[in-house]
């Protein structure tokens, strides 16, 4: 008889469930456990209260080996004149030269125009990593639509061989007595505050000037272009946090970059971290996910031990985490925080 075959599945409707690209995983039912010890009894006696649940597995960007990954940074920031707009959907426009769509916001005047006239008073939203402006609902666009600022153009990062992007959420507890009572005690859950930190690692190049943009406490637009191709990519604002050399005589010397998000306070910026997916290989599963974590929504997510039967539930996506590297393969880490009691999936 084979071994089965385990999947963990994810879906953002419970009705289709899609299959994480992994090879392990691991369900975690822990109850925290209170002390009920009396007097007169000479043992130690523990009850079981609350129950929190966990699902966590890897998934792999299938077909890519490691080395076709990309890392970027800006490069000189370069004039956009009445720069053509393609309509995304609905009132969202992008930048239709896609070596042009990620937007200086430090420069001004930024201006959109709707049949050559000035619409910046009808904008929702610019989305500036990845060149695309909303309209208000309100507004009728006529077209065509243009912009008029600077873009970056986006140049690699010198010997870089490694990477690792983490993308945490909070778990805020929502648990209260009515909610445990009919969920057979187990904890339940929303998303909260979300992290992301970038580490670089490569061989020291002079031209990346990571030192100076530590110094100058520089905020730059970093991508992360795991296919190499642009089929699925993320931005967004980083400053640098720590640059580290390190090496051996007759080595080369290697060189650890640290970043954190940095959240640039402006009303119109649609965000400051954004994932972008055109024709992509990636696994529906892993978008899914990914969708789930970065607009703090729930997903459901079923764990079936011999690929057929198990249990499900919604949850928390609290790591959506990548590592790469030259000898490795694009790798997410996820971890999902149930919130409330299991079902039997499918």
Same mark, same amino acid.
Do not use: C
């Given at each position: ?7 963990? @599945? ?15 995983? &691991? *369900? ?18 523990? @009850? ?30 370069? !004039? *956009?004149?009445?720069?053509?707009? /393609? ?31 000035? =619409? ?23 077209? %065509? ?7 970056? %153009? ?14 945490? !959420?909070? =778990? ?8 445990? @009572? ?26 990346? !000037?990571?030192? =100076? ?15 190499? /191709? ?37 009303? *119109? ?20 996910? *990914? ?45 999902? &925080? ?9």
């Amino acid at each position: 008889m084979p071994v089965a075959a385990k999947r963990v @599945q994810v879906s953002s409707d419970n009705a289709t469930y899609y299959t994480l690209p992994g090879n392990t995983g &691991q *369900l975690s039912l822990d109850g925290n456990a209170v002390d009920d010890t009396v007097f007169g009894q000479l043992y130690k006696s523990e @009850q079981t209260t609350l129950i929190n649940a966990q699902i966590t597995a890897p998934a792999f960007y299938k077909g890519l080996a490691g080395y076709n990954a990309k890392l970027y940074k800006p490069g000189t920031s370069t !004039a *956009l004149t009445t720069e053509p707009m /393609t309509l995304v959907s609905g009132k969202t426009y992008e930048i239709t030269n896609a070596a042009k769509r990620v937007i200086n916001r430090t420069f001004s005047p930024i201006n959109v125009f709707d049949n050559a006239v000035n =619409a910046n008073a009808e904008v929702l939203n610019f989305d500036y990593l990845f060149g695309r402006v909303t309209f208000k609902a309100s507004y009728t666009v006529i077209g %065509p639509v243009t912009i008029t600022g600077q873009y970056y %153009p986006m140049v690699q990062l010198a010997k870089a061989n490694s990477f690792s992007l983490t993308q945490s !959420a909070d =778990a805020v507890d929502t648990t209260d007595f009515e909610t445990a @009572q009919g969920n057979s005690g187990y904890r339940t859950f929303q998303a909260g505050l979300k992290t992301v930190n970038l580490e670089t690692k490569g061989f020291y190049d002079v031209t990346n !000037a990571f030192k =100076a943009a530590l110094e100058a406490r520089t905020v730059l637009i970093i991508e992360v272009n795991p296919d190499g /191709t642009g089929k699925s990519i993320a931005r967004g604002f980083f400053i640098p946090m720590s640059d580290q050399l390190a090496g051996n005589v007759g080595a080369l010397e290697e060189e650890t970059v640290k970043w954190n998000l940095n959240v640039p306070s402006d009303d *119109l910026m649609l965000a400051p971290f954004n994932w972008i997916h055109n024709a992509t290989t990636l696994s529906t599963a892993v978008q899914k996910a *990914l969708a789930a974590w970065l607009a703090g929504d729930l997903v459901w997510v079923s764990y079936l031990p011999d690929g057929l039967v198990g249990f499900k539930t919604q949850a928390v996506v609290t790591n959506a985490s990548l590592a790469s590297s030259v000898e490795g393969i694009n790798t997410f880490s996820f971890q999902f &925080q149930m919130t409330g009691s299991f079902v039997a999936a499918p």
